[in-house]
């Protein structure tokens, strides 16, 4: 599962969303759970379904997405229903609650490797001490970015939490790791049909870019917690190839004709 607890009240893009169907094109196998916004329509799965996937058929065809596409979007309110008689409440509160920080910890699929993202490093310390409980997880990552977003970012210095074996130990990334080159600026964030049409500029034109190079950090700090690279160097530049290659936006298309099948 690729997965950020979000509310940190500020326009984002659906990185981790994102993430996950980078990811599966390469070969990962995600099961991502996808929350809807509190606050605004600005979830995973208000994102989903405005770049037009449609998540809402049976579980067969959400079982054969995965088995042919490694990709499965999972949709908490179907899901994890007990979380539709907190949204009222989420709303008045007009702040994180602790459904932000258990809802990405209830993944109904069973997970081998987690990269769960956070805006604090107490909130991650209490996550990763969880997740260390967690039978037959084999590894993973909680990251909280520069400034306090719930992702790796090329923008500063970003703390990882490594759990594994029971425990977890912390760790930091910065991005003079990933040599020259890499594009610092802020791709613009909005709600889910703004990241839509920021999204389908990512597939359609892709090109040298700060969303393009932010994307490719997080798949790559998922390929490295499933151990299929040493470094987050070598995943970043292989992935970011991958990208620009254009075989991302022929895998959506596709699967996304799939679901529209059925």
Known sequence: DVCGTGGGRRARFNTSTVVALVAAAAGCPVAKLCGGGSQAKNGSINFVEAIGCNVAGLDELLREAFRRFNLCYLDARRFLPALVHFREARKFAKCRTV????????????IDYRLLGTTDKETAQILASILSTYPGLKRAWVVVGNNGVDELTVLGVSRIYVVENGRFAQTHFHPRLL????????????????????????????????????????????????????????????????????????????????????
């Open 99 to 110: 459904i932000n920080l258990a809802a990405p910890l209830c993944n109904p699929a069973l």
């Open 179 to 262: 040599g020259a080159g890499v594009r610092q600026g802020v791709p613009c964030w909005g709600n889910a049909h703004k990241n839509a049409k920021l999204f389908f500029q990512f597939l359609d034109t892709p090109g040298e870019s700060p969303l393009i190079d932010h994307i490719s950090l997080n798949v790559a700090a998922f390929r490295v917690v499933r151990d299929d690279f040493a470094t987050l160097a070598e995943a970043f530049e292989h992935t970011k190839r991958f990208v620009l290659s254009g075989a991302v936006r022929d895998f959506f298309y596709t699967f996304r004709a799939f679901l529209a099948s059925g």
